[in-house]
């Protein structure tokens, strides 16, 4: 079984700062790719950013340059970022991680975290 907990959001001034985090655990295998999605109400889930098992990244156009995904693996940490700065009232959304990998010997499916509150403040 795999858990990922994502942490990190919480109020912010226009052009603040944020850092999410999402800890992944449990039996889990490999990793194929790892990243964030985002729903503001109303709106469907989309993409934010992604970045692969071999560290290639792809973020949605409205937050290149201001948004950084990255990962660490090491010593089996399974741990996604999204470090996101010059944060807009539209960010305002509920992030959500997602992992893409295997469990042990079973197919590679998508998990996803619980989910962070992101609030521009204005």
């Known amino acids: 079984q795999v858990q990922l907990v994502d942490s990190g959001g919480g109020l912010v001034q226009p052009g603040g700062s944020l850092r999410l985090s999402c800890a992944a655990s449990?039996?889990?295998?490999?990793?194929?790719?790892m990243g964030w999605y985002r729903q503001a109400p109303g709106k469907q889930r989309e993409l934010v950013a992604a970045?692969?098992?071999?560290?290639?990244?792809?973020?949605d156009e409205s937050v290149k340059g201001r948004f950084t995904i990255s990962r660490d693996n090491a010593n089996a940490k399974n741990t996604v970022y999204l470090q996101m700065n010059s944060l807009k009232p539209e960010d305002t959304a509920v992030y959500y991680c997602?992992?893409?990998?295997?469990?042990?010997?079973?197919?590679?499916?998508?998990?996803w975290g619980q989910g962070t509150q992101v609030t521009d403040s204005s």
């Open positions: 997602l992992v893409v990998g295997r469990s042990g010997s079973g197919p590679i499916r998508n998990y």
């Open positions: 449990g039996s889990i295998f490999s990793i194929n790719a």
């Open positions: 970045i692969t098992s071999g560290g290639s990244t792809n973020y």
